[in-house]
């Protein structure tokens, strides 16, 4: 049984917020995966190469749409507390913002979920020699994160102008 009214929104707002943060953060997993698998594979990348990628990417026009969606959905959430009611036009624009924010939350997690998968699938072809025949393909498959959360933002910048 799916629940109505305001407590799945409530709930994707506190997950959207997460994932924000987890994104913006200066430390997020894939800046771990970067430095492994750059220290076996390639001791000719910066570190901090993914790092610097993804701030330009967080501090861009087009994360900052998203950082206000975020702002205006809080803020909407925060106006119909109390009064739920389908036909109020505060709750149709959260809806329209939590499934735009849930589309796209879902479209960038599934995209790095495949982009890892084939990083996994390089190992189980290569096995022990995954470092020596893999390495460029694997290198190659972590910086396409980076690419992907640009996508990610650049699509739901596209998409926000219609509620906006």
């Not at 220290?39 to 950082?67: N, T, W, Y």
Request: glycine share 4%; net charge positive; proline share 3%.
């Amino acid at each position: 049984m799916e629940r109505t009214g305001p407590w799945p929104t409530f709930c994707l707002l506190l997950f959207r917020s997460t994932l924000w943060q987890h994104v913006r953060s200066r430390n997020p997993a894939w800046k771990n995966l970067w430095n492994i698998f750059t220290g076996f594979c390639a001791p000719d990348e910066s570190s901090h190469r993914i790092s610097e990628e993804i701030l330009k990417i967080v501090q861009g026009p087009e994360a900052k749409i998203m950082e206000d969606a975020l702002l205006k959905a809080n803020q909407l959430l925060n106006a119909v507390q109390g009064i739920y009611s389908e036909d109020k036009a505060e709750w149709k624009e959260l809806k329209a913002w939590v499934d735009l924010f849930k589309a796209s939350d879902l479209e960038l997690i599934y995209n790095i979920k495949m982009s890892l998968r084939y990083a996994t699938v390089l190992f189980e072809d290569y096995q022990s020699k995954a470092i020596e025949s893999g390495r460029r393909q694997i290198i190659n498959t972590l910086l396409k994160i980076t690419y992907l959360i640009q996508d990610y933002y650049k699509k739901f910048a596209q998409k926000a102008s219609k509620i906006i």
